[in-house]
């Protein structure tokens, strides 16, 4: 089956043509991201393969179809970038890899913990300088503080277990309770509770018009003061002027973020010769106590292998027999994820 793939870094194109050894799609892979301009890039082509920076809007879905696109395959499990109601409309399946490794995201995000709390980012800095004071660079322990995760889906039960393990008191929030999280230990309380008394707080829900700007200045008001933000969900999820307005009135004590609202327009490429025009992300960036990563918490060599082979398993199954022959898990359907949200 002929497939185009957008917005493919050197990094993924072996492991796609790998995954694609046996298969032997028709793989035409795109630096490019797909938006309005690149869309025709895709004529004549049945699937095309998306990144979670592809902009599958409505506009878009419609070139796509009039080129004949019947399959959206993303190489991501977050869906937000799709327009799912224009690709139900156009008789667009899209598919999706909902599990590639949560351990990685999660174990990310403890990484972004211990970062901040241990100044990781600072010290590494001072020591190339010979600088070896240690004022400023005091942290605490982990052992016995609170940990409030908002979203204990596939990432966010890793992380619990994680925190479990450095002696965390877990608490959560999650509109679909888990059995597997109560049994290891966490506390569902309501999200009033996990803002008034986690020292932590980590995102792991998913970006939706219900979760959109959740964190805004109610939300870190009603936080300790000093807390630590952890994101590696969404960037929407964080109404980030509300978060500077809270890391300059030092409400929020420290902040590590993967994603960031705006960050198609900035991650995933190398600006560093350019002048950022974003002025509320080079803020942002200006804290001592923020720590950023281009959403790279996805990327370890796992997740791209169990990436690219479930792509290949979407498109192989769609090839086969349609939508039917896509495994159901992998499908993402309007009627179900629209009506939700
Ligand atoms: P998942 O679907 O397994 O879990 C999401 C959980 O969030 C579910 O338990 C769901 O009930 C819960 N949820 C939904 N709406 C909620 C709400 N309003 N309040 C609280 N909880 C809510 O997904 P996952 O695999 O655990 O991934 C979680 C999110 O992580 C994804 O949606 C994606 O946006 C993000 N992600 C980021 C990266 C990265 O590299 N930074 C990689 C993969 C996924």
New binding site residues.
Partial sequence: MRVVAYSVRKYEESVLEEANREAGHDIEMLEASLNETTAALAADAPAVALFSLDDANAQVIRTLAEGGTRLLALR???F?HVDLEAAAEAGITVARV??YS?Y??AE?AVALILTLNRKTHRAITRTREQNFSLDGLMGFDLHGKTVGV????????VFCRIMLGFGCRVLA????Q?DEAKKMGVEYVNLDRVYTESDIISL?????P??HH?INDDAIGKMKRGVMLIN???GGVIDTKAAIRGLKSRHIGSMGL??YEEEGDIFFRDLSEQVIQDDVFARLSTFPNVVITA?????TKEAITNIADTTIENISAFDRGGAEAIASDNIVRAEEHVAKA
């Fill in positions: 991501s499990a977050g937000n909902p599990a949560p990685a995201v990310h908002i979203g204990t889906g596939k990432i966010g039960r929030f999650d509109i679909v888990s792991n829900c998913p970006l939706n219900k979760t959740l590696t969900s969404r993967d994603v959403h790279q918490a996805f990327f």
